[in-house]
């Protein structure tokens, strides 16, 4: 059995995920709706955020999540080894607990580093992370419920692109960003025709402040 996936991204009216002014505020407050128990991130999407998971850090163990604390897990896919700073990312007031997902080609130099700090890890796929196995794993395995994607549009474009998404969750800004480098929150390159696009149905329709409009979908399966 598979977790609840839900993608929850503030978007410009043309799709676009950078180079607008978002209202954070707003997004986390919206975040609560999904009560999810797990946040899955993409590594580039953490790295982003704080250059200190970058950072190497003393073999010392990592807190534990524990059981009664009703914060999401984070859950960060990274089969290249890129994040390294689990203590710091277990600081952080949002999670209750740290865990990455590897694949076959992640150093075993990384894998053995995550043991010795106890850091929870499951190891799947070839050369990238075998996501729909990886959330069966964190179904059976760690109790997840349900998942909210902190990524950008590379990882939620596997995702929906595997038909392992329940939910498409956008906050529309009023902006209009264009251009062809900021990304866009769903991402396709494998898309080759009209086969491939992915059909929604409207769910909800909402206006936040004067500006932002929140639309959720479900995604016809
Ligand atoms: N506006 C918003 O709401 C919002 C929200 C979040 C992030 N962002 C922005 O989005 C940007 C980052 O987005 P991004 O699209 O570059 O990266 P991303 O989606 O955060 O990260 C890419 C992730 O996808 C994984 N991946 C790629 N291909 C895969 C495959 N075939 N199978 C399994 N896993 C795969 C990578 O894993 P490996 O590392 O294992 O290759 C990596 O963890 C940042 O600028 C961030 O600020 C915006």
Redesign the pocket.
């Known amino acids: 059995m598979l977790p609840r996936v839900i993608v929850h991204?503030?978007?410009s009216v043309d799709g676009r995920?950078?180079w607008f002014e978002?209202n954070e505020a707003q997004?986390y407050e919206t975040v609560k709706n999904w009560s999810e128990d797990c946040t899955l991130?993409?590594?580039?999407?953490?790295l982003?955020?704080d250059p200190q998971a970058a950072m190497e850090e003393p073999p010392t163990p990592v807190a534990a999540a524990q059981a009664e604390d009703d914060r999401p897990l984070l859950v960060?896919?990274?089969?290249?080894a890129?994040v390294k700073g689990w203590s710091f990312l277990r600081s952080q007031p949002h999670w209750r607990g740290v865990m990455t997902l590897c694949?076959e080609t992640t150093p075993r130099t990384h894998l053995d580093l995550l043991h010795v700090r106890g850091v929870p890890h499951i190891v799947t796929?070839g050369s990238?992370?075998?996501?729909r196995e990886s959330l069966a794993r964190l179904h059976k395995d760690h109790g997840v419920r349900v998942v909210r994607v902190?990524?950008?549009?590379?990882?939620?474009?596997?995702l929906l692109r595997a038909g392992l998404v329940s939910v498409v969750s956008i906050l529309i800004h009023p902006a209009l960003v264009g251009g062809s480098s900021p990304?866009s929150?769903f991402?396709a390159p494998d898309l080759m025709n009209t086969g491939g696009v992915i059909p929604l149905r409207l769910v909800g329709v909402e206006r936040l402040g004067s500006d932002v409009v929140w639309l959720r979908y479900l995604v016809a399966k």
Not at 41 to 46: F, K, L, N, Q, V
Not at 128 to 131: E, H, I, K, T
């Open positions: 991204n503030m978007v995920m950078d978002a997004f991130a993409g590594a580039d999407t953490i982003d955020g960060v896919v990274d089969s290249r890129r694949s796929g990238r992370v075998d996501l902190e990524s950008g549009g590379t990882l939620s474009g596997v990304s929150f991402r």
